[in-house]
């Protein structure tokens, strides 16, 4: 049996554009994807922590360094500039798998350069 697991979360990030007529993803920067060990066209779930909307989408890469995390297409109606978010990516894994697992966790400041990065172990 698989068990779903957090792989990754960039905690707190701030919204720095909107563009409802994009085809519809995430634009992030690709420094923050590589923090985060995201890929481009990968499933994330974004929870707005300003308004409380909790959605899923996925990642388009944006221009490394300009720290850009975006809402596009219908997502760009569920947030705000300036709103603050958690980008959580999610995998499957077997039990053989989970003992060697890492989760990573990205901090970023107010705007959106990378503060810290952890990893941790998933324990069950």
Same mark, same amino acid.
């Given at each position: 049996m698989l068990e779903k697991f957090l792989k990754s979360?960039?905690?707190r990030a701030r919204i720095t554009g909107r563009d409802l007529e994009y085809e519809g993803s995430l634009t992030l920067d690709p420094d923050?994807?590589?923090a985060a060990n995201l890929s481009p066209f990968e499933? *994330?779930?974004i929870y707005n922590i300003s308004n409380g909307a909790r959605f899923e989408?996925?990642?388009i890469p944006g221009e490394r360094g300009k720290r850009e995390v975006a809402l596009n297409g219908a997502a760009a109606r569920l947030g705000e500039i300036g709103d603050?978010?958690?980008i959580a990516a999610y995998a499957w894994y077997s039990p053989d798998?989970?003992?060697s697992?890492? *989760?990573k966790l990205v901090f970023v400041d107010e705007e959106n350069?990378?503060?810290d990065i952890k990893e941790t172990r998933i324990c069950v």
């Open positions: 979360k960039i905690h923050l994807m590589d499933s *994330v779930w989408t996925y990642i603050k978010i958690i798998e989970i003992d697992a890492v *989760v350069r990378i503060k």
